[in-house]
């Protein structure tokens, strides 16, 4: 099993460890996502997991770890969920090739991307947005180590999207049940 292998497994054992704390446990959380996490690793869910979704990008990995550690508010609300899914409305259709530009081939040789970024960081940092600042700054500390080939693997996965996805559905969700009840 090679180092990416091996990161995804764990990656995603983490991840349903997260997803398991969203169940209404109350003091026994802690115990459940601990629980939860062996099992994925242990029975294979992990393994499932990672051959449906991939690799899981640093970025996710990240938010998992935040939510198990119970930090609330999410850095994922609905403004970061909503801009992730504008940006990927335009980015997975050109790296599917509907397009002449493959914005993927920019994260193997990453210096433009990573130029790119500065401004980004900037941004976050003039916005004190320091738990998103402190989660590029791994992503990119993570794509230094040569773990992952492509930078964009690092920053953004099918699992974040549909998370993402969640996140703005049930924002809309709630409003359409607001509006009905008034």
Same mark, same amino acid.
């Given at each position: 099993?090679?180092?990416?292998?091996?990161?995804?497994?764990? #990656?995603?054992?983490? =991840?349903?460890? #997260?997803?398991?704390?969203?169940? @209404?446990?109350?003091?026994?959380?802690? $115990?459940?996502?601990?629980?939860?996490?062996?099992?994925?690793?242990?029975?294979? =869910?992990? /393994?499932?997991?990672?051959?449906?979704?991939?690799?899981?990008?640093?970025?996710?990995?990240?938010?998992?770890?935040?939510?198990?550690?119970?930090?609330?508010?999410?850095?994922?609300?609905?403004? @970061?969920?909503?801009?992730?899914?504008?940006?990927?409305?335009?980015?997975? /259709?050109?790296?599917?090739?509907?397009?002449?530009?493959?914005?993927?081939?920019?994260?193997?040789? /990453? *210096?433009?991307?990573?130029?790119?970024?500065?401004?980004?960081? #900037?941004?976050?940092? *003039?916005? $004190?947005?320091?738990?998103?600042?402190?989660?590029?700054?791994?992503?990119?500390?993570?794509?230094?180590?040569?773990?992952?080939?492509?930078? *964009?693997?690092?920053?953004?996965? /099918?699992?974040?999207?549909?998370?993402?996805?969640?996140?703005?559905?049930?924002?809309?969700? =709630?409003?359409?049940?607001?509006?009905?009840? $008034?």
């Amino acid at each position: 099993m090679n180092a990416l292998a091996a990161y995804g497994l764990l #990656a995603h054992g983490l =991840i349903f460890g #997260a997803l398991a704390t969203l169940l @209404p446990l109350g003091e026994l959380r802690a $115990r459940v996502a601990l629980a939860a996490t062996t099992l994925a690793l242990l029975v294979g =869910i992990a /393994p499932v997991m990672h051959g449906t979704f991939g690799t899981p990008s640093l970025t996710l990995l990240q938010l998992a770890i935040l939510h198990l550690a119970n930090r609330q508010p999410s850095p994922l609300s609905f403004a @970061p969920a909503l801009g992730l899914l504008g940006f990927v409305a335009l980015f997975y /259709p050109a790296a599917l090739g509907w397009g002449a530009f493959d914005p993927y081939a920019l994260g193997y040789q /990453p *210096w433009a991307l990573l130029v790119a970024l500065l401004p980004v960081a #900037a941004a976050l940092w *003039w916005r $004190r947005q320091d738990s998103w600042l402190l989660i590029l700054a791994i992503d990119l500390a993570g794509y230094a180590s040569g773990l992952f080939a492509n930078l *964009w693997d690092v920053l953004f996965d /099918p699992l974040l999207v549909l998370l993402a996805l969640v996140i703005v559905g049930r924002r809309g969700v =709630i409003r359409l049940i607001a509006s009905r009840t $008034r």
